[in-house]
């Protein structure tokens, strides 16, 4: 079993790994048009990993030609679902059998902890693709109510071809959970990976044609935002352009559509989710066990991290030292080794504009209880600590802004109202958690909320049956669950006047 891998085993896997650098176009590896390509570097150990192809507007070109020849050709767009629902299920089972690499190639890429890569990140990429195709031959269209002497029908039909951008924190399971709506409905992909964590997308192109999806169905071009990505999100025959990433590149993602070809634009962005604790939480120790894991899970580079720990003023003191108490259990370690729970962050970048919102919670007077520092330089590692400030006001930089690191900004308050108005006090609306022994209170602060998934008592629940996605600046799409399915469908209505 490879839970019981031990971190000797993981990096002599590691050392026998070939990995794959190159474009996916068409069913076939090539190099960058242009020639060009990257270092692919580990975050673990600065260590080159790869070369990878920097893709730009010639590779989109020849993807999107090759997606929608294929997209015409209907070998895919024109499949029974239950066929490609098969397919969809076998490209499952291939990411399964495949596990150890792809938990491997996302641990090194990126910096995450193996044991989460292969039980979160992989297991959870798997069962999108499954959910997904597992659904789409049981979607009915619809018959609208007409009179006697008339048929109107609402049927769905794939897009065509959509650009799916995702991005580095959790970049195999966000490309799939993309790829399992939009290949189950029948549209052709071009996917493009961060160029911070590229390799897991490259090595799943192989798989999706070893599953039998049609050459051209799916493309992946790694490569850089300002370029391939830009050259996407231009492009006048992509139909439908799917994103998870910043705030600040989706509104550029819905700039350039507005330029292009008024292509629909799906954004999955940022967040600072307020987690609120009331002083009758039903158990505090179970609401710092999920605090500390809601700020240092995935390093805390997390869409929906609880980076905002709303505390009401009863319970600040003793949750506080509690979740303190958590945090040495996440504190940082070698991403190969399977008891860490706490990654390297995904580059030197990130590392600076961790240590660089650390510095400014010191300047704007809050108070750090705990962390605060990069750890573990000596191992050429990307380290930070599991840090919390307390005395955080909601107007400073550590509590507006996404950090995407190990940061937590504790916040008190007083009473319902309080707590909602701090809550709401944000650009973003992407998640919540409510802790209270109240069913009113619980009810009424989940639907004051100005925010896409609420979880009470306990966070960031949910599977593949509930929509994900968020308010205001958090985006506008939803992925996971039905709702997703309409991302990657257009609706007809033919009316048909019987004679
Ligand atoms: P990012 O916006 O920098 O990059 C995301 C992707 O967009 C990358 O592939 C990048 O190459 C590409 N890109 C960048 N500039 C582009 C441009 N001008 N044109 C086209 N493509 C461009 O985001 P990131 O740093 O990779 O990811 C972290 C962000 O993702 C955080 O804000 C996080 O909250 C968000 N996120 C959101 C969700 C969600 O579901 N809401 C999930 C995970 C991550």
Not at 22 to 27: E, L, V
Not at 353 to 365: C, N, P, S, W
Not at 467 to 484: E, I, T, V
């Amino acid at each position: 079993m490879s839970t019981q891998k031990s971190r000797r085993d993981w990096e002599s896997l590691a050392d026998t790994l070939s990995i794959q650098g190159q474009a996916f176009i068409d069913g076939h590896y090539q190099e960058a048009a242009s020639g060009a390509s990257f270092d692919c570097i580990s975050p673990i150990d600065g260590r080159v990993l790869a070369k990878v192809a920097s893709c730009d507007l010639e590779d989109a070109n020849l993807a999107v030609a090759s997606g929608r020849a294929a997209f015409d050709a209907g070998s895919w767009s024109r499949l029974a679902p239950v066929k490609r629902k098969q397919v969809m299920i076998r490209l499952a089972d291939l990411l399964e059998a495949n596990a150890d690499e792809l938990a491997l190639l996302e641990t090194l890429d990126m910096g995450k902890p193996i044991r989460y890569a292969r039980a979160v990140d992989v297991a959870g990429a798997a069962r999108a693709l499954r959910w997904s195709g597992e659904a789409i031959d049981k979607i009915y269209d619809e018959i609208a109510p007409t009179a006697h002497n008339e048929i109107g029908m609402i049927t769905r039909e794939p897009v065509g071809v959509v650009a799916a951008i995702v991005p580095w924190n959790f970049p195999l399971l966000m490309a799939c959970w993309k790829l399992g709506p939009a290949l189950a409905s029948g549209n052709s992909v071009v996917l493009k990976p961060s160029e911070k964590s590229p390799l897991s997308a490259i090595r799943l192109a192989q798989l999706a044609i070893e599953a039998g999806i049609p050459a051209g169905v799916l493309n992946v071009l790694p490569g850089f935002g300002h370029s391939v990505g830009k050259a996407l999100a231009l492009h006048m025959d992509v139909d439908t352009l799917v994103f998870t990433g910043s705030t600040r590149t989706a509104k550029q993602l819905m700039i350039y559509a507005g330029e292009s070809n008024m292509k629909r634009v799906w954004l999955e962005a940022g967040g600072k989710s307020p987690n609120i604790v009331f002083n009758d939480a039903p158990d505090l120790k179970a609401a710092a066990v999920a605090a500390a894991s809601a700020i240092a899970f995935n390093q805390g580079e997390v869409c929906t991290a609880g980076s905002r720990l709303l505390v009401e003023s009863g319970v600040k003191d003793e949750l506080v030292r509690l979740i303190a108490a958590e945090l040495q259990a996440w504190q940082p370690g070698h991403p190969l080794d399977p008891a860490t729970t706490c990654g390297a962050l995904v580059d030197k970048q990130q590392l600076e504009t961790v240590l660089g919102y650390i510095q400014a919670g010191r300047d704007e007077g809050a108070s750090l209880v705990q962390g605060g520092a990069r750890v573990l330089a000596e191992t050429g590692g990307l380290y930070v600590q599991p840090t919390i400030f307390a005395g955080v006001h909601n107007r400073m930089k550590i509590a507006c802004e996404e950090i995407f690191g190990p940061v937590l900004s504790v916040i008190t308050f007083d009473g319902m109202e309080q707590a909602i108005a701090i809550a709401n006090d944000s650009i973003y609306g992407l998640a919540a958690g409510v802790w209270t022994s109240d069913i009113n209170k619980a009810h009424k602060t989940a639907k004051a909320l100005r925010a896409g998934m609420v979880w009470i008592n306990h966070y960031d629940g949910g599977d593949m049956t509930a929509p994900f996605g968020g308010y205001k600046q958090s985006g506008n799409g939803r992925d996971k669950s039905l709702h997703a399915f309409d991302k990657y469908t257009e609706i007809k209505a033919t009316w048909i006047a019987l004679s």
